[in-house]
């Protein structure tokens, strides 16, 4: 499911975050890697994945791990198939 690949790409970025612990309900601005530079990480990562532009506004939107995927990476997908 490409929602878990998601959250696995997420936990691959996270050094210090238990990543066993994350799932779609996660409020990833509450990580304690979330600060500016991981943002632009994780935009780039996204970009990069997902062939989408990811905007502040995509992260000032949305608090949940799902919210994230739901808002940036699912039109993308529909767009594919």
């Given at each position: 499911?490409e929602k ?10 996270l050094y ?66």
């Amino acid at each position: 499911m490409e929602k878990n690949r998601f959250v696995q790409l997420v936990a691959d970025m996270l050094y210090r975050t238990d990543r066993e612990s994350l799932n779609l309900e996660t409020l990833y601005k509450s990580l304690e890697e979330w600060n500016y530079l991981f943002e632009v990480s994780l935009a780039m990562m996204l970009e990069e994945e997902y062939q989408v532009e990811v905007t502040p506004e995509d992260f000032d939107c949305t608090r949940t791990l799902g919210e994230l995927f739901h808002r940036v990476c699912e039109p993308s997908l529909a767009d594919k198939n």
